[in-house]
């Protein structure tokens, strides 16, 4: 219901639609948020990709790491580096309290959705321990999924919850991350995802032991598919 009078709200007073990097007015309505100007310093992730990962690769099919080691997700991709202006806009979302970035986020998720021709049955997110949630309010996976799941029609479910507090990845290893992350997400009660086409989002893809954590466990419960959109892809060195 609140959502029927949200739209009604907009309809009437339509919100001044501006820039996410810039600020300045957007001169035609673009559910994408970037201004002609600062969509040329967009850290656009293109070219040829590793078909599992989406890793910029310049032959063969799959990147190094995914010729070594099989990840339980079908496929993952990104839409950008994370390098400034994303950077910075994810950690405004992130500890600003910057909400309203989640749904041009969205946005650019829902672009690799079509791209690769996913038709899923739900979307997901990657669930952040309970004290982190109240610490922040908010969970800024689940508000980039929430978005996404109107904008492609898919039912958002939350489907895995996580068992404890992990102290931070950055600096981590795979094999540390892994480590890290050992049975640290469960799968919630009273959800079937038995033979169902998946969508799990995340703002930031690093090594994919966070996403290969959670698809484990989704496969594990009968997931036929799982498809893994995040925003940005960070650079990572063994
Ligand atoms: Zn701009
Ligand atoms: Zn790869």
């Known amino acids: 219901m ?27 309505q673009n559910p994408l948020c970037v201004c002609s100007n600062c969509e040329k310093t967009m850290p656009y992730i293109g070219g040829k990709l590793c078909l599992k990962c989406g890793e910029p690769i310049l032959k063969e099919d799959f990147c ?28 405004k979302l992130k500890y600003n309290n910057a909400k309203y970035l989640a749904k041009p986020f969205a946005h650019f998720l829902a672009k690799n959705y079509y791209e690769l021709g996913c038709s899923s049955d739900i979307v997901t997110f990657v669930p952040q321990d309970e004290h982190k949630q109240f610490l922040r309010g908010y969970n800024q996976s689940k508000l980039i999924a929430q978005h996404l799941s109107n904008i492609i029609g898919v039912k958002l479910f ?59 466990e989704l496969k594990k419960a009968g997931a036929k598919e799982i498809v893994v959109l995040t925003l940005a892809k960070s650079k990572f060195s063994t």
């Open 64 to 91: 190094k790491r995914c010729k070594l080691k099989s990840f339980s997700f079908n496929v993952a991709r990104q839409n950008f580096f994370y390098v400034p202006p994303i950077s910075n806009l994810i950690k």
């Open 158 to 216: 939350g489907t895995t919850f996580k068992t404890k507090n992990t102290p931070s990845q950055v600096g981590l290893s795979y094999k540390e991350r892994e480590q890290n992350l050992k049975d640290c997400f469960c799968l919630c009660k009273n959800v079937n995802v038995s033979n169902k086409k998946i969508v799990l989002v995340d703002d930031v893809f690093t090594t994919g032991a966070t996403a290969e954590s959670i698809s484990k």
């Open 2 to 28: 609140t959502r029927f009078f949200d739209n009604v709200l907009e309809l009437i007073f339509p919100s001044k639609t501006k820039c996410i990097v810039c600020g300045s007015d957007l001169a035609k």
